[in-house]
């Protein structure tokens, strides 16, 4: 019998997790940035460079079953500690297997295979993995911004007609309703695995809409919470702790100023040719032919095929 319970729920943007363990409380508040900024970094997160210490664990396991060493466990343990910090998501494992693992080491247990099944530690990282395919998948049909000729029904429908292993599987919850916070009203989700968490998250993505678009810098989702026309995340992209937004502003900057330059030398030499025909230096057939050319080149450089050097070069020949 479990000796902790777990509660989830979302209120004015932000997430909560909360669990209570005996005496001992648990509450992990992801408000530093707004819903759902944990399940889109789950999404991208590298999860399978953890299963080699999984299959380990798993090792672990069996050797428990065969020795009743508990000595066992404690690899399985260290694994548990070290995963829990990657992710709120992961804490709920933790929590759980810890509980699990606590009861099978008691001299009275008589079946630890039931109680801690290794098959099932084993598959978590393959088992995320497909789930972060599966969630990515109805980002790209359902929720993705970009597509604005399709009626939302009308793609949520054409998604549940994919085949069923590229569908996230939503599942039956335990959900609640109450008054949370000294604030208000809102659903509770009391978790009975991990994955319930993911499956919460998602579906609230899905009931309120909340789209996502590729960031044009690091060409991740992010949800379009606030502004829906910003074209940049705010994910921190380098190592000087810039964010795309910061660096996709920098390079607009760059571009602009770049543009601006080209533009410049291009007008530059246009008035100057245009006064040629005045002065008779040369035909307004020539001077066309010339524009004509000159519009070819500035193409070119403006899709950096040529640099903004070598197209001065060329408009002064």
């Not at 909360?18 to 707004?34: L, M, Q, T, W």
């Not at 099944?117 to 359902?142: C, D, G, Y």
């Not at 429908?157 to 994919?162: C, I, P, R």
């Amino acid at each position: 019998m479990s000796d902790f319970q777990c509660k989830f729920y979302l209120l004015d943007g932000a997430e909560t997790f909360s669990c209570k363990e005996g005496d001992a409380e648990y509450v992990i508040k992801i408000a530093d940035r707004p819903f759902p900024d944990s399940l889109l970094s789950f999404v991208y997160y590298d999860i399978n460079s953890w299963e080699p210490r999984f299959h380990e664990a798993e090792r672990s396991l069996i050797k428990f079953y065969q020795t009743r060493d508990t000595t066992c466990l404690k690899p399985v343990q260290k694994l548990l500690d070290d995963f829990k910090g990657e992710h709120p998501y992961f804490f709920y494992l933790w929590l759980d297997w810890s509980d699990q693992l606590k009861q099978a080491e008691a001299p009275d247990c008589k079946n630890p295979t039931r109680l801690l099944p290794h098959k099932e530690l084993a598959h978590v990282p393959s088992n995320l993995a497909t789930m972060q395919q599966q969630i990515l998948r109805l980002f790209q049909t359902v929720l993705d911004a970009s597509i604005t000729d399709v009626g939302f029904s009308i793609r949520v429908q054409a998604y549940e007609q994919a085949p069923s292993l590229q569908k996230f599987d939503f599942q039956p919850m335990k959900i609640s309703f109450e008054f949370v916070g000294e604030k208000q009203f809102t659903e509770v989700l009391y978790p009975q695995s991990m994955y319930d968490l993911i499956d919460f998250s998602l579906r609230k993505c899905v009931q309120e809409k909340i789209m996502m678009r590729t960031c044009k810098n690091c060409g991740r989702y992010f949800a379009l919470t606030v502004h829906g026309s910003t074209e940049y995340c705010s994910r921190v992209f380098d190592s000087r702790g810039r964010t795309c937004k910061e660096v996709g502003a920098m390079r607009q900057y760059v571009q602009s100023h770049a543009q601006d330059e080209l533009l410049k030398i291009y007008r530059r030499e246009y008035k100057r040719r245009f006064a040629w025909i005045r002065a008779g230096k040369i035909s307004q057939e020539a001077f066309s032919a010339w524009s004509k050319e000159a519009q070819k080149e500035k193409g070119k450089c403006e899709n950096g095929k040529i640099s903004q050097k070598e197209f001065a070069h060329w408009l002064k020949q």
